[in-house]
């Protein structure tokens, strides 16, 4: 494992939310980056079917879209949530963990751009897509 | 001879309990702690202040998707108490019936405004549009004061339809 996804596994985990979701990253590079969550019955939003609630879906977006932004080659010092949208295309298969990938598609010195995708198991349909824009909160040097 | 009013406890405790049944079945809602204050049928979102909301440590602030959750979750239960309500007047509200049925979020979207302070959040739900199929939802959401939002969202949500196996 890179040493950029490290550092980038242990900022996650030291976010509360995000460690208590279990998310784990696993891919970080260049603009875009992959989060993982488990399955977990707290966060089920319909009771009668099991599936995940929508909210769960779009903290792990948001997450995955603002860890794509301070990966950009552009070294953003920090970001914050501007704005986001999220498809919901279907619903998320109970028992399957949630992927995300964010790719910040363009960034300009004020704003980032991102899209992002969820799926669950079956890869080739999304249960979800998010466009977003973010802040960019001064450079890393 | 006209009907005596029911008792104004009578009233009140079928409302609350009906509330809670809708708002208890969800076990995300009960994982973030939100609750939902009542006055008449107009509703308000609590989401108590707890250390796992946070998503930046060293503001600190409360996580973008926990707000999104937040507010997505007041629209929701807005909108099925609101379509419960005339059900629940009326009295042909059953036990476990299909009313408490959540709609589906089709899309969400949120205008961060302010980082969510380390503190209880509030929200209040408009149904802009109900059809039978089709919802349209905008919410609000505020901190320590109600003309200072830190985060508003719009929504649709496709609405539960009635089981075609009902007899």
């Not at chain 1, 992959?34 to 769960?56: F, Q, S, W």
């Not at chain 1, 949530?81 to 999220?86: A, G, H, V």
């Not at chain 1, 949630?98 to 704003?111: D, E, G, Q």
């Not at chain 1, 899209?115 to 999304?126: C, H, I, K, Q, S």
Request: proline share 6%.
């Amino acid at each position: 494992m890179s040493d950029k996804v490290n550092i980038a596994r242990q900022f996650m985990e030291a976010i509360p939310h995000s460690r208590d979701l279990g998310m784990v990253l696993t891919a970080i590079e260049n603009g875009v980056a992959t989060i993982t969550m488990p399955y977990d019955e707290r966060l089920i939003g319909d009771p009668e079917t099991g599936v995940v609630h929508g909210g769960a879906v779009s903290a792990l977006m948001d997450s995955c879209c603002g860890a794509a932004v301070m990966s950009h080659p552009s070294n953003p010092g920090a970001t914050a949530t501007i704005d986001l949208r999220i498809d919901y295309m279907r619903s998320a298969t109970p028992g399957q963990a949630l992927s995300t990938t964010a790719t910040c598609y363009h960034i300009t010195r004020n704003v980032a751009f991102v899209r992002a995708t969820a799926v669950d198991e079956d890869t080739d349909n999304p249960v979800a897509m998010a466009t977003g824009t973010f802040t960019i909160e001064g450079q890393r040097r | 001879m006209r009907k005596p009013p029911e008792p104004v406890q009578v009233i009140k405790q079928r409302r609350d309990e009906a509330l809670s049944k809708l708002v208890g079945r969800v076990p995300y809602i009960q994982y973030l702690g939100v609750t939902f204050d009542r006055r008449g049928d107009e509703l308000t979102a609590v989401l108590p202040y707890a250390v796992k909301l946070i998503g930046n440590p060293l503001l600190p602030a409360i996580h973008g998707g926990v707000t999104s959750a937040f507010l997505e979750i007041t629209s929701v239960i807005s909108l099925s108490w609101a379509t419960l309500w005339d059900d629940l007047e009326s009295g042909e509200l059953d036990g476990d019936s299909t009313a408490f049925r959540m709609p589906k979020t089709i899309d969400f979207t949120v205008d961060y405004l302010r980082s969510g302070l380390p503190r209880d959040a509030y929200a209040r739900a408009r149904i802009t549009r109900s059809g039978r199929r089709y919802a349209s939802v905008h919410v609000e959401g505020w901190q320590d004061n109600r003309e200072k939002l830190f985060a508003q969202a719009t929504g649709h949500f496709l609405m539960p339809q009635p089981r075609s196996d009902k007899s």
